[in-house]
């Protein structure tokens, strides 16, 4: 099964930007869906964005739209997430996802992302 590495977290201030990568281990032309995920202290499992093996977006969350973008370069087979205008609340544990239709989801570690006030 594909593994999925993430990097690019850190703490930073709230107004700065940050770029998660997901590395996988597999050509992601192969992937149907991949997308990043987030886990606040205290809370629920959140999709932030999802994109097509196509390119096409599918899904970005209310509260990051206009300030996140995801994008993939499928010569690395790396998935990306811009993020720019961090505030507070986007502080949480950042989670890549690649899912195959009919298959389960696999994800990877997770990356912190920590916005100071």
């Known amino acids: 099964q594909v593994q999925l590495v993430e990097s690019g977290g850190g703490l930073v201030q709230a107004g700065g930007s940050l770029r998660l990568s997901c590395a996988a281990s597999?050509?992601?032309?192969?992937?149907?869906?991949m997308g990043w995920y987030r886990r606040a202290p205290e809370r629920r499992r959140e999709e932030v964005a999802t994109m097509t093996s196509g390119g096409k977006v599918v899904y970005y969350l209310d509260s990051i739209e206009g300030r996140f973008t995801i994008s993939r370069d499928n010569t690395k087979n790396t998935l990306y997430l811009e993020m720019n205008n961090l505030k507070p609340e986007d502080t949480a544990v950042y989670y890549c996802?690649?899912?195959?239709?009919?298959?389960?989801?696999?994800w990877g570690q997770g990356t912190q992302v920590t916005v100071s006030s």
């Open positions: 597999e050509n992601i032309l192969n992937i149907n869906v």
């Open positions: 996802a690649a899912t195959r239709t009919g298959e389960r989801t696999i």
